[in-house]
């Protein structure tokens, strides 16, 4: 048996949200009694933590604390259009159109303030769950200010759009502005080869990606890690067959999905490049996650044993093969000098 | 079918309830019980989702027969918080940000919670052999191991119970902060109710009659011996659609069900609403159809062909989209190029698997407003095409966005939400379907399985003067998100370089294979596999570094993309220098010197599995309250 370790690298891009066509998200908020808050938008999650996301975002806008945030969603006849969960689209355009909102729905609650106190809106600012006016020492709980400005007759409501400008492509040569926000990413595998089997373990995955602004550092983490791990059950070992149209892999004892034993570590790296369009800075990371991971284990199985696998997956089949075909010119080439 | 009454001690409650013989334990604890934490990922034995304890053994309910429980003890994911307070195990995922759809949470707590029953001080290695039985589509499993080792650390006094609190937000800064997921208690707990964990007062099963056949025509169809079976409430067919019948992420060019022709084995036919599942699987086999082969269609490139059968009479050549990019002049720089390189690359057709299968209901409400509750990643364009199917006002189709127990671009497409409409206004009572493992995998979309063909030419000091690619993907049987997955392969194939002189062009094609759809990536994971693996080979070739031939070409801020968009900003090489730093990359030509690399093994590397060694010598521990 011989164990043979490799390096390879890959690097990536992606464009975020809808490709090619305007996109567009909307968001209504309310700071609501208590000091919390209501938000509420189209679409949300999926399992990617926009929900949390969100309610950072809000937090932050409002002056508020994330579990302070309660969001209504994904309800056609309760909320505004969101459009969809996907093209890594959420955190862009729904994070900014909650930002947006969620300055509309504070900016009603200053200006109660402001006059309520006495002060300029422009000195007053909150956060974590207080509101105060700069260089004086007026200050009190966002509780008590929302019930202030409730007083004074006045909810404390927001509403936001945010779009994307996106154009089409020309028919005859493509050109076009598909997304105006761009992410890019690289990452470095680390392999074993099993010359005997076939058999690929990952052992390690380093990859850096752009996400613009990380609003939750942990759930980028969980991205990359879930996106490395499919691209590496998609790179070594899932594949959906048909014989003439019908499955031959109809079950999960069939079609093969990577599990605990299979997955390599994986450090981030978490490269920020604020995104100058939106208010927020942020773009996104769940697709452009997998896009360099079967690349680079491609090329680490080359560095490794000379194979170049050009056909995915790389089962241990094919890589026994490829490595019979190599030894065999190579002993071709040596019976010929 | 044979009742039996079943006694056990359920989460600590004694219970006497009635069950069919026919159930497994799965069914009895989430139907009898209405304890839904539990979840059927696959009902095979292969997805450790359904895990709970019987008699303190670690068990796969959906391998359980009811039987099988008559006077034992059950615990599931619901009995580990018992007192309203989350388990340390619980608390432990929730901290480490360890659920993300959550689908398969509730399994992996019991199954974490079982290793650590078993050997309360369980090594990192040995976490994940306990593990392997349960797989999760979301986390890659990082998390988890993570949630597993401070679990264990917090129960044997290694690290303080503080460890699983939230961690302070710098000066209530909440943007940058490691928020715990808001979410993750309603997973980690199994309280989160998933479409298919749903139930409705007088709700009626839905079954889905699908196609043996992958391209046939349908001469006849006869329900009306399903129809007059007793507990059959609704069948419905393409008859049944009111509107225009038509659904896809671009082009509509599929039926809510099969309309005059199958175009892919599974393809829905006909849905019976019954009053309960096996009735319903009953009337299927009582719908007659009369059939007339047609020739299949199986190649994509056979596809392009003339001659060839065609798919959908709209596209006599078969042909979805083609979509070319074009900038500088390709053959110009081929002929400045000292080297050129040519390689063909195959991708493909991959499942989405999420752990979740397809599952729906279906009602319309008091006001007779349709309403679609299901995990629907697009519920604002399925509003829009249900209207239309149904001929009804906008307004009077409301889709509710169910958890969404894993999507990946596989719940972008109205694929059932339709029958469930249908079966919900002709029966007026709420309908319910939820697929199996076998369902999901046969019927719904995949990632498109390409063909590329790429020539790529570069000067002596790496510079890359032309790409010429060509792409063909496999749409199979429907249009689906086919034209926007070609469109981002063709716009990104060239990768993030500049690249003076570019000739893209991607085909998607129709076939007779189960569809492909939007999946994570969408199209450009194929062509970039194609260009990064181009790269290395250009890089052996010219003797230089990996990372330095993407350095020399990386795309820079004023820099025209290859659809001749000026870019603002670029942080490819930010990424380049962070994982080059990250990894202690050695800096080399790609000519095959992983047996001299120096950097092998070091920091970021998991031990290689040498499987049955991670075992340590199992310790039988006695039941541990704090787990419990
Ligand atoms: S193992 Fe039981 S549902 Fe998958
Ligand atoms: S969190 Fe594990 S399958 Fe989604």
Avoid at chain 2, 193 to 212: C, E, F, N
Wanted: hydrophobic letters at 40%; proline letters at 5%; a negative charge.
């Amino acid at each position: 048996m011989a164990l043979k370790r490799g390096r390879g690298v890959a690097g990536g891009w992606y464009g975020i949200a809808r490709t090619a066509s305007i996109d567009r998200a909307s968001t209504w908020a309310e700071l609501d009694d208590g000091g919390t808050a209501k938000v509420v938008t189209g679409v949300t999650e999926i399992g990617e933590g926009i929900l949390t996301v969100l309610a950072q975002i809000a937090a932050e806008e409002l002056g508020v604390r994330p579990w302070e945030v309660t969001i209504g969603d994904n309800d056609t006849a309760r909320a505004p259009e969101a459009a969809h969960a996907g093209a890594t689209r959420q955190t862009y355009m729904i994070g900014n159109s909650v930002a947006l909102a969620c300055r509309e729905a504070r900016q009603r609650l200053y200006e109660q303030m402001a006059d309520h106190w006495g002060v300029e809106v422009s000195s007053l600012a909150s956060r974590d769950g207080e509101i105060w006016s700069e260089g004086s020492n007026h200050r009190c709980t966002m509780r008590e200010a929302v019930d202030i400005s409730k007083k004074r007759g006045v909810v404390p409501v927001g509403s936001a759009n945010f779009t994307a400008h996106h154009t089409g492509l020309d028919g005859q040569d493509g050109s076009g502005r598909p997304w105006q926000a761009y992410v890019f990413g690289a990452q470095v595998a680390e392999v074993e080869v099993d010359t005997m089997t076939g058999e690929v373990q990952v052992l390690g995955i380093w990859a850096a990606h752009d996400v613009g602004r990380a609003v939750n550092p942990k759930g980028v983490e969980g991205q990359i890690e879930g996106g490395v791990v499919q691209a590496i059950g998609q790179g070594l070992m899932e594949h959906y067959e048909t014989k003439d149209g019908r499955t031959t892999t109809p079950g999960f004892a069939k079609y093969i999905l990577p599990t605990a034993l299979d997955v390599p570590k994986v450090t981030s790296v978490i490269v920020e490049d604020p995104d100058p369009i939106g208010p927020l800075g942020v773009k996104g990371i769940g697709e452009p996650a997998m896009v360099p991971t079967i690349p680079a284990v491609m090329n680490a199985i080359y560095d490794a044993i000379g194979v170049r696998i050009t056909s995915l997956p790389a089962t241990p089949d094919k890589i026994v093969e490829a490595l019979r075909k190599k030894n065999e010119s190579a002993k071709a080439v040596q019976s010929a000098a | 079918m044979p009742d039996m009454i079943v006694e056990a001690t359920v989460n600590g409650r004694k219970i006497k309830k009635i069950a069919q013989t026919h159930q497994r334990l799965l069914d009895f604890v989430r139907e009898e019980l209405e304890l839904t934490g539990t979840k059927d990922g696959c009902g095979a034995g292969e997805c450790g989702a359904c895990s709970m304890f019987v008699d303190g053994r670690l068990v796969k309910s959906c391998l359980v027969p009811v039987g099988k429980a008559q006077g034992s003890e059950v615990e599931t994911i619901e009995g580990l918080g018992r007192t309203g307070e989350l388990s340390v195990m619980q608390k432990a995922f929730h901290k480490a940000g360890a659920s993300q759809c959550g689908y398969c949470i509730p399994g992996m707590v019991m199954a974490a919670t079982a290793a650590i029953r078993v050997n309360p001080a369980v090594g990192d290695e040995e976490i994940k052999e306990r593990l392997g039985g349960n797989i999760c589509r979301c986390t890659g499993y990082q998390k988890i191991f993570d949630a597993v080792g401070l679990a264990r650390d917090v129960m044997n006094g290694r690290l303080p119970a503080t460890a699983l609190d939230e961690d302070a937000a710098e000066g209530g800064r909440y943007i940058g902060a490691n928020v715990r997921r808001l979410d993750a208690p309603s997973k980690v707990s199994g309280a989160l109710k998933y479409a298919g964990d749903q139930v409705m007062p007088q709700m009626l099963h839905v079954q889905v009659l699908r196609s043996p056949h992958a391209h046939a025509r349908i001469v006849s169809i006869d329900t009306s011996e399903a129809e007059a079976m007793e507990g059959v409430e609704a069948v419905v067919t393409s008859a049944d659609v009111p509107g225009k019948d038509g659904f896809g992420v671009f082009v509509h060019d599929q039926p809510i069900m099969a309309r005059g022709k199958v175009r892919y084995v599974g393809e829905a036919i006909a849905a019976v609403a019954a009053e309960d599942l096996l009735t319903a699987k009953r009337a299927l086999q009582k719908i007659r159809i009369e059939w007339e082969q047609l020739a299949g269609l199986f190649d994509p490139d056979e596809a392009m062909q003339a001659g060839a059968p065609v798919v959908h009479d709209y596209a006599p050549d078969n042909l979805v989209k083609h979509i070319p990019i074009r900038k500088g002049d390709v053959e110009r720089g081929f002929a400045e190029a000292d080297l050129v390189i040519e390689e063909r690359f195959e991708t493909q057709q991959v499942e989405h698997a999420y752990l979740e299968p397809e599952a729906g209901i279906g009602y319309v409400d008091p006001d007779g407003v349709v309403t679609i509750v299901s995990p629907s990643q697009n519920i604002t364009h399925h509003r829009h095409m249900l209207a239309e199917i149904l001929a009804m006002p906008i307004n009077k189709v409301r889709f509710v966005m169910s958890p969404v127990g894993g999507g990946f671009g596989g719940k972008e497409d109205m694929i059932y939400q339709g029958m469930l409409a249908l079966l919900a206004i002709k029966s007026r009572r709420p309908v319910k379907l939820v697929f199996t493992r076998e369902e999901s995998i046969a019927t719904t979309a995949k990632r498109h399985p390409s063909r590329t063909s790429y020539r790529m030419g570069l000067t002596n000091d790496g510079r890359i003067v032309a790409s010429e690619i060509r792409v063909i993907y496999d749409g199979g049987a429907y249009g689906m998100s086919t034209e926007g997955v070609i469109r981002k392969g063709a716009i990104l194939a060239a990768g993030p370089y500049a690249v003076p002189n570019v000739k893209i062009d991607t085909y998607g094609v129709y076939t007779n294979n189960t569809p492909s759809g939007a999946f994570r990536s969408f199209g450009s994971l194929q062509t970039q596999f194609a260009t990064e693996s181009m790269l290395d080979m250009a890089a052996e070739n010219l003797g230089l570094d990996p990372f330095e031939i993407r350095r020399i070409n990386a795309m820079q801020a004023g820099d025209l993309t290859h659809t001749k968009q000026e870019l603002k900003s670029v942080s490819l090489l930010q990424c380049l220098d962070g994982a080059e730093k990250a990894s202690g990359w050695e800096t080399g030509a790609p000519t095959v010197r992983g047996a001299t690399r120096e950097d092998l093994d070091g920091e970021g590397c998991r031990k290689p599995c040498r499987l049955g060694a991670r075992f340590h010598a199992e310790i039988p521990a006695p039941k541990l309250s704090e787990v419990a």
